[in-house]
């Protein structure tokens, strides 16, 4: 581990001022996947800047129904919030899916969307990596590639992104509140994680130096029906293998909306709006879930390692569907 | 500037050591402080053998730098003995045989007294299926709640008995 610099910063715009004016500086808070970093090499900053005290630690239930929900307010408050466990289940089984009670302890909301690829090859520093180090190689493309990418993958690149908020954030089209060295903006999350392309080394459309302060859910009524299925190797404390996150407003008749995004299949969360355009106006039988998912996973590429990831989501899909259809009255 | 001056409370005593800024927690309780309770297992959040109580919260120590918890408050397995008086939760690891070589029988100890505090809050956790209703420590919500303690001698049957004997007795304490 290289010697490092630790400041706890005093308050937000602090914080982006000092990392934004050194290449060498990070951003410090739960901490349960840089610290890892430092230790495997990963991640070497010169700078350590802490805001995991900075007051970013609300959950504001807004007046029309959405909620902001802090950068730094810890996964297992926000599951436990009693608006997140009525309002939207998805969000809720989706962190509760993540990771083990003392990680979401400690891990915070911006940390889980900033959280890097479990991809074997660059966590481990003496494999080739494009990832990692860019123009070395994709050690996945002929290696152990299970765990990876179907859909949107490139040449490059073929990791997938682990968090499990992040497919509930996609699915319920959040925004990403960013403070950089200009000002705040917000980021859709569609457009927050992008895919690898030829720049792989790059997770998200962040520059150096913007730091995450808040994710702003909107109201979404339909939402009260919604859940996040995970399909990994044990049944707890696993990253997904596959996971979808999907939310459907529907009576007795046909499909009115219906929101569904992918996790463990891409480098970012993959919303299926191929699949929603299918499903929207259309009846809610499993075979239109059925024609619906393999229009979404059409697109697929698996590599030698991982074509079992295209049945599973398609499964996976008509599964988490059905059992919401199964709640309606 | 790479080493800072921090003071914890550490099992009810304030301790002030001068830490390089890459220090674990875990490192500076074991290596600096002489507090052996937490363990060192994989010294990557994966194993839960050095699963402390900071500030309240069960947390993985091996994750945490030292240099960030100024100011903390730290409890062991080895401080939530009152003196020559076990922890309840420490006895029923005894009395149910919750342990084989004992190496992660701390980290599994704080874990299970700061589960029981989250499900007393009113956490719910994978395995609740009505996310409104009260949580009812069913021996699958005590498995999924504990997941991130592992026990490579597998007395994992034991521990949830161990556990379940103190969740059905009220408060922790």
Redesign the interface.
């Known amino acids: 581990?290289k010697?490092?610099?630790?400041e706890?910063a005093s308050d937000p715009a602090a914080a982006v001022a000092l990392v934004a004016g050194n290449p060498g500086a990070a951003y410090?808070a739960g901490?349960?996947n840089l610290?890892?970093h430092?230790?495997?090499g990963v991640a070497a900053p010169e700078l350590?800047v802490?805001v995991?005290r900075l007051p970013l630690d609300d959950v504001e239930v807004l007046g029309g129904g959405g909620l902001r929900v802090g950068a730094a307010v810890r996964n297992?408050d926000l599951?436990?919030h009693p608006v997140v466990?009525?309002s939207y289940?998805v969000l809720?089984?989706a962190l509760?899916?993540g990771?083990?009670?003392?990680?979401r302890?400690?891990a915070t909301t911006a940390g889980n969307l900033l959280q890097r690829t479990r991809c074997v090859y660059f966590q481990d520093v003496t494999t080739p990596c494009n990832k990692r180090e860019p123009g070395t190689g994709c050690s996945a493309l002929e290696g152990v590639s299970r765990s990876h990418a179907v859909l949107g993958a490139s040449d490059e690149c073929v990791a997938t992104h682990p968090s499990d908020l992040a497919v509930a954030l996609a699915a319920l089209d959040a925004a990403v509140v960013v403070l950089g060295p200009g000002g705040e903006r917000r980021v859709r999350m569609a457009d927050f994680h992008r895919l690898p392309g030829d720049e792989p080394e790059r997770d998200t459309t962040l520059e150096h130096g913007d730091l995450v302060t808040a994710v702003e859910v909107p109201a979404l009524p339909f939402a009260r029906r919604s859940a996040y299925r995970k399909v990994r190797d044990r049944?707890?404390?696993a990253f997904a293998l596959v996971s979808v996150a999907a939310a459907l407003d529907v009576t007795d008749g046909p499909v009115r909306d219906v929101r569904l995004a992918l996790g463990g299949v891409a480098h970012k969360p993959w919303r299926a709006t191929v699949a929603e355009e299918r499903l929207r106006g259309g009846p809610a039988t499993e075979d239109a879930f059925r024609a619906a998912a393999a229009a979404e996973l059409e697109a697929a590429r698996p590599l030698p390692g991982n074509g079992f990831k295209v049945p599973l989501a398609r499964n996976t899909i008509i599964a988490t569907l059905r059992d919401l259809t199964g709640g309606a009255r | 500037?790479?080493e800072?001056t921090i003071t914890v409370t550490v099992d009810g005593e304030p301790r002030t050591v001068t830490v390089?800024?890459?220090t674990?927690l875990l490192d500076a309780l074991r290596d600096r402080l002489g507090v052996i309770s937490p363990k060192k297992g994989c010294?990557?959040?994966q194993c839960?053998a050095c699963?402390v109580l900071l500030d309240g919260?069960?947390?993985?120590s091996?994750?945490?730098?030292a240099?960030?918890e100024d100011g903390g408050e730290v409890v062991t397995a080895a401080g939530l003995a009152d003196g020559g008086d076990l922890h309840r939760m420490q006895q029923a690891f005894i009395d149910h045989d919750g342990l084989q070589c004992g190496y992660c029988t701390p980290g599994q100890i704080c874990?299970a007294v700061?589960?029981l505090e989250?499900a007393r809050?009113?956490?719910?956790?994978?395995a609740?299926a009505d996310?409104?209703a009260d949580v009812v420590l069913t021996d699958d919500e005590i498995?999924?709640?504990?997941?991130?303690?592992l026990c490579r001698c597998g007395a994992y049957v034991n521990i949830v008995a161990a556990i379940r004997e103190v969740a059905g007795e009220g408060s922790v304490r």
């Open positions: 581990m010697p490092l610099t630790y706890r410090l901490g349960t610290v890892d430092l230790k495997l350590l802490d995991s297992s599951a436990a466990r009525r289940p809720a089984q509760l899916a990771a083990s009670g003392q990680i302890n400690v049944a707890s404390y | 500037m790479h800072t390089d800024s890459r674990t010294d990557h959040g839960g699963t919260r069960r947390t993985l091996c994750l945490k730098l240099v960030a874990s700061g589960m989250e809050a009113g956490h719910p956790s994978h609740t996310l409104g498995r999924e709640r504990m997941s991130g303690n």
